[in-house]
């Protein structure tokens, strides 16, 4: 065995890891918000980890090319993607686990239409605030 292999041995032991870890909060925590999190956290930094691991593998260019673009889009994606879905279950009501003590979007938000006010300013009946 060489140096390579036990690298990419190393990153991908460890990149399984940080999925296992994802897969299991995924599976444990108590609610919407908290498993968003450990999904895109811990995954991203586990397939991150993984696509490394092939790209010493292999030691072509296109694959880690190939590799570091992947993860690129990951890092892009995954935490625009956990933000529009969390406001998305917000709006939707979906209830926050019991011990949660900071609401941090509390008030911002008119319950019957759902528009933000201005500069976090709650929405009250009556205001001729403009939206596009």
């Known amino acids: ?14 990149g399984a890891a940080f999925v296992l870890v994802s897969a299991i ?5 108590p609610d919407v918000y908290m498993r968003m999190h450990a999904a895109t956290k811990a995954g991203t930094l586990g397939a991150g980890l993984m696509l490394g691991a092939a790209s010493i593998v292999f030691g072509e260019l296109g694959i880690t090319v190939r590799s570091f673009v ?5 890092l892009l994606t995954a935490p625009v993607a956990a933000h529009v879905l969390g406001r998305a279950a917000y709006y939707a009501g979906v209830p926050r686990w019991e011990r949660t003590k ?9 319950e019957a239409d759902g528009t933000p006010g201005e500069l976090g300013r709650p929405v009250q009946r009556g205001d001729d605030i403009p939206y596009p």
Do not use: K, P, S, T
């Open 25 to 29: 909060g995924v599976v444990r925590f």
């Open 1 to 14: 065995m060489n140096w390579v292999e036990l690298i990419a041995g190393v990153l991908l032991l460890a």
């Open 70 to 74: 992947v993860f690129f889009f990951l």
């Open 102 to 110: 900071l609401d941090e979007l509390a008030g911002r938000y008119d």
